[in-house]
């Protein structure tokens, strides 16, 4: 599926990746998971993807298991 992002550094106009033209219309160019794109937006608001919270001595990540790696090519 695609994303429009805007704001927070990201270059205007800019496409990245490629869908597959017909069905079932996977990325077959620069695919990005959730987690990434997760990353990649707390990296736009100035938060590290590794940032942990200890809650009742349990770690709690901004992204999935701390992992996520932000996108910088969309970045001005």
Known sequence: ???AMFGGG????????????ERPC??????VSV????ATIFHAMGISPKTVFEIENR???????????????LFA
Do not use: M, W
Request: positive net charge; glycine residues 10%; aromatic residues 10%.
């Open 59 to 73: 770690p709690f990540y901004a992204t999935q298991d701390g992992k996520g790696e932000p996108v910088r090519a």
């Open 1 to 3: 599926s695609s994303i």
């Open 26 to 31: 996977l990325a077959i160019e620069n695919p």
């Open 10 to 21: 990201i270059k205007k106009g800019f496409l990245y990746g490629k869908t597959a033209p």
């Open 35 to 38: 987690t990434d794109v997760h």
